[in-house]
T-cell receptor, first 116, second 112 residues
Framework: SQTIHQWPATLVQPVGSPLSLECTVE??????LYWYRQAAGRGLQLLFY??????ISSEVPQNLSASRPQDRQFILSSKKLLLSDSGFYLC???????????????FGSGTRLTVV | GEDVEQSLFLSVREGDSSVINCTYT??????LYWYKQEPGAGLQLLTY?????DMKQDQRLTVLLNKKDKHLSLRIADTQTGDSAIYFC????????????FGSGTRLSIRP
């Protein structure tokens, strides 16, 4: 069966420090991978998605970047965190069909980031 | 454009039915989803409906799709305290093959 792992679960970082959140998927190959951010009490904002190794699409300009060094690994990074980067970060994966379409997301358990 | 809208809050009495509504804009969407998020957790896929269906029932959950009005609803029968959560509607638009667009979520609270 497929599983998705996301860590750490919680993180408190000072302003200006770097960030690295990691997400890995097991039990599937060539998944679509996604990073979402959820601000307190609000909906989901898609930050990045990837349809293959080294292929990253950015949805919103921001202080963050993403990388996919391996098929089932997705990393969210920042060189210098801002207060506004605080939030709940969710990684997700989906099946990629032969037509390149995606259906159904499976989410990780999330990382709560507090920038102080 | 792609947009999914939901009301932010819903309060129901325990044992009553809850109906959470959603509207979407992309008529080409192939799948429509309902996700549940409990406090501090990730999102859990509850159910989904393919765009050529009008209704789907799964135990206490009933999904209704009105393609003409681009309206999706989730009915939870016999609502329990464990149903307290945020419920997200989402669509898979044909124009954005790799993405799923989420609504802002409806917070369901249960009163005794």
């Amino acid at each position: 069966s497929q599983t998705i792992h996301q860590w750490p679960a919680t993180l408190v970082q000072p302003v200006g420090s770097p960030l690295s959140l990691e997400c890995t998927v097991e039990g599937t190959s060539n998944p679509n991978l996604y990073w979402y951010r959820q601000a307190a009490g609000r909906g989901l904002q898609l930050l990045f998605y990837s349809v293959g190794i080294g292929q990253i699409s950015s949805e919103v300009p921001q202080n963050l970047s993403a990388s996919r060094p391996q098929d089932r690994q997705f990393i969210l990074s920042s060189k210098k965190l801002l207060l506004s980067d605080s939030g709940f970060y969710l990684c997700a994966w989906s099946v990629q069909t032969t037509q390149g379409r995606s259906y159904g997301y499976t989410f990780g358990s999330g990382t709560r980031l507090t920038v102080v | 454009g792609e947009d999914v809208e939901q009301s932010l809050f819903l309060s129901v009495r325990e044992g009553d039915s809850s109906v959470i509504n959603c509207t979407y804009t992309d008529s080409s969407s192939t799948y429509l989803y309902w996700y549940k998020q409990e406090p501090g957790a990730g999102l859990q896929l509850l159910t989904y409906i393919f765009s050529n269906m009008d209704m789907k029932q799964d135990q206490r959950l009933t999904v209704l799709l009105n393609k003409k009005d681009k309206h999706l609803s989730l009915r939870i029968a016999d609502t329990q305290t464990g149903d307290s959560a945020i419920y997200f509607c989402a669509e898979s638009p044909y124009s954005s093959a790799s993405k799923i667009i989420f609504g802002s979520g409806t917070r369901l609270s249960i009163r005794p």
